[in-house]
T-cell receptor, first 115, second 109 residues
Framework: DAEITQSPRHKITETGRQVTLACHQT?????MFWYRQDLGHGLRLIHY???????NKGEVSDGYSVSRSNTEDLPLTLESAASSQTSVYFC??????????????FGEGSRLTVL | GQNIDQPTEMTATEGAIVQINCTYQ??????LFWYQQHAGEAPTFLSY??LDGLEEKGRFSSFLSRSKGYSYLLLKELQMKDSASYLC??????????WGAGTKLIIKP
């Protein structure tokens, strides 16, 4: 069965360290997204990609970067982790942007704590 | 600015019916999605509406009125497993999803 997996599922790091969260999907979807989810907020878009070598900034992209070298992977890097980046991060992919095939398939989430 | 409003929390009784409302103000409209998210888990897709009216899927139905900027998710014959957060999201004219903060639904026996 196709799936989307994230790693690590839990990570504790220190302020200033670089952290990379991995996301791998076997749906063969062109569209991939990174969100963060915090209490009291909706999902907030960090970065997204519509295909290989395509990356775009979302509404909360400061301090984060992504790269898309193949269809399956979209790693998210925190260049210098800050306490404000403590959150749950979700990776998602979709076949299209709208209609029923615009359904997002989410990974299990990565809980990041920055001390 | 773009905004999605939904109640923070609702409580209902097992076997009953509950309606979760969502109002939105966005730059354009390319569809509205509902997702279910159990505590500690990832969101999962429930429904998609792009035209006015009601879409029914088993115990769950979703309604859309584009002129009113309004949608609701109707859950019938509530079960304990329906205890979850329900997320409303609207796709704007740039095909960006704008998310509500979610409605936590508590089901009591």
């Amino acid at each position: 069965d196709a799936e989307i997996t994230q790693s690590p599922r839990h990570k504790i790091t220190e302020t200033g360290r670089q952290v990379t969260l991995a996301c791998h999907q076997t749906w063969n979807h062109n569209n991939m997204f990174w969100y963060r989810q915090d209490l009291g907020h909706g999902l907030r878009l960090i970065h997204y990609s519509y295909g290989v070598h395509d990356t775009n900034k979302g509404e909360v992209s400061d301090g984060y970067s992504v790269s898309r070298s193949n269809t399956e992977d979209l790693p998210l890097t925190l260049e210098s982790a800050a306490s404000s980046q403590t959150s749950v991060y979700f990776c998602a992919s979709s076949e299209s942007l709208d209609s029923n095939t615009g359904e997002l398939f989410f990974g299990e989430g990565s809980r990041l704590t920055v001390l | 600015g773009q905004n999605i409003d939904q109640p923070t929390e609702m409580t209902a009784t097992e076997g009953a019916i509950v309606q979760i409302n969502c109002t939105y103000q966005t730059s354009g409209f390319n569809g509205l999605f509902w997702y279910q998210q159990h505590a500690g888990e990832a969101p999962t897709f429930l429904s998609y509406n792009v035209l006015d009216g009601l879409e029914e899927k088993g115990r769950f139905s979703s309604f859309l009125s584009r002129s009113k900027g309004y949608s609701y998710l109707l859950l019938k014959e509530l079960q304990m497993k329906d205890s979850a957060s329900y997320l409303c999201a609207v796709m704007d004219s740039n095909y960006q999803l704008i998310w509500g903060a979610g409605t936590k639904l508590i089901i009591k026996p």
